[in-house]
T-cell receptor
């Protein structure tokens, strides 16, 4: 699977939008971009995923650039409960690869008052 | 239950002992994954089951680690002759099929003393 690059940490004021960037310049055409987050002492939580179109759900929005080499996860109104490590993962859905998730070290988002 | 369930949530064992960690996937999910997470690191893939068979065990660190899923539902991760370096959170995850969204449990915290 393609590797991803994320900043190690970010801060965001509560109520503001949190924009978390991810570079995946070696992504191939059949690979999806997935985002998970992990709140301290909990298991990873699925947030959103996309292939090439922008996606939105009740948790977040995912903006993927036209060349698919980077993406941004947007939490529109961050709260203290959004403080977590956010993982951007490129995932192949080829049947021969188990479609496993390969985690990096993620971005530690700290939401402050 | 509604989510992936793992037991025990915490386990302290002595070096050299045998340990079993249990995972109950989401009902109906055919794909099951085991991951290991050390402090400050992202989760690392261990093994993947599709049904009863281990389709990918490339992440198991050595032959002290073994996992089974005899009836295609509950899975057990078995660690023989535990070492202090095995101390980590062991995460189980499941999905409704290859390539579908993967959902994680809260993990089993293993401490080897």
């Amino acid at each position: 699977d393609a590797k991803t690059t994320q900043p190690p940490s970010m801060d965001c004021a509560e109520g503001r939008a949190a924009n978390l960037p991810c570079n995946h310049s070696t992504i191939s055409g059949n690979e999806y971009v997935y985002w998970y987050r992990q709140i301290h002492s909990q298991g990873p939580q699925y947030i959103i995923h996309g292939l090439k179109n922008n996606e939105t759900n009740e948790m977040a929005s995912l903006i993927i650039t036209e060349d698919r080499k980077s993406s941004t996860l947007i939490l529109p109104h961050a709260t203290l409960r959004d403080t977590a490590v956010y993982y951007c993962i490129v995932r192949s859905l080829n049947t021969g690869t188990a479609s496993k998730l390969t985690f990096g070290t993620g971005t530690r988002l700290q939401v402050t008052l | 239950g509604a989510g992936v369930s793992q037991t025990p949530s915490n386990k302290v064992t002595e070096k050299g002992k045998y340990v079993e960690l249990r995972c109950d996937p989401i009902s109906g999910h055919t794909a099951l994954y085991w991951y290991r997470q050390s402090l400050g690191q992202g989760p690392e893939f261990l093994i993947y089951f599709q049904g009863t068979g281990a389709a990918d065990d490339s992440g198991l660190p050595n032959d002290r680690f073994f996992a089974v899923r005899p009836e295609g539902s509950v899975s057990t991760l078995k660690i023989q002759r535990t070492e202090r370096g095995d101390s980590a959170v062991y995460l189980c995850a499941s999905s409704s099929g290859l390539g579908n969204t993967i959902y994680f449990g809260e993990g089993s915290w293993l401490t080897v003393v």
